[in-house]
């Protein structure tokens, strides 16, 4: 049996084992659904010095999840410097981050279809663009085409702890479970976008 194959028949006896209560069913880390699986040229079995990364969650009926490259700070000085402001980014080290929704959802107010996302951004001192773009399977920013947006938006820049590797997390979880905020968090900067299911 693969490693992997292992860990999700663990993970799975283990939400068996766990009661779920109606706030918990509503609102929990999801890692064992077939929609979640490694991208074609994402290999778990194969180091990086940037790591692979997943991140999920369940809103509502809908399934959120990032994949993504987590690079290191390694003493270097990232945003307007090896990351110029006004330049886009990836989101993240190595293939371009993505975002996947199995509902369609809000993002900011604005419809977003369900399906997956290569997620973007442009990084700027006092807000950051935000991307997603229906080509999914891009290395870095390299492919990037405008034409294929499905929505931009701007959130504010925020001043943040220090954190050495890249993340990617979820904040300010909505108690019903139908809203939850995507953080993206690297050196000293943190910026944040809400997803909601209609």
């Not at 109606?22 to 929990?28: H, L, S």
């Not at 699986?37 to 790591?51: G, L």
Request: include cysteine.
């Amino acid at each position: 049996m693969k490693k992997r194959d292992l860990y999700l028949a663990v993970c799975l006896i283990l939400l068996a084992w766990a009661p779920l209560t109606p706030e918990t069913a509503r609102a929990q880390l999801v890692y064992d659904d077939p929609v979640f699986e490694w991208k074609d040229n994402r290999d778990p079995e194969a180091p990086r010095p940037s790591p692979n990364a997943f991140v999920g969650l369940q809103i509502g009926s809908t399934r959120v999840m990032i994949a993504y490259g987590s690079p290191g700070v390694k003493g270097r000085e990232i945003f307007g410097s090896l990351l110029p402001y006004g330049v886009l980014w990836r989101a993240g080290a190595n293939e371009a981050t993505t975002i996947t929704f199995t509902g369609d959802v809000l993002i900011e107010g604005h419809d977003v279809p369900a399906g997956t996302y290569s997620l973007f951004t442009i990084p700027d001192e006092q807000e950051w663009t935000i991307i997603f773009n229906k080509e999914n399977n891009q290395w870095g920013a390299f492919s990037y085409k405008e034409k294929e947006n499905v929505l931009r938006i701007t959130v504010p820049a925020q001043e943040a702890p220090f954190r050495e590797n890249l993340a990617f997390g979820f904040e300010q979880v909505d108690p019903d479970g139908f809203s939850a905020s995507v953080v993206l968090n690297w050196e000293k900067t943190r910026v944040v976008f809400k997803v909601e299911e209609p």
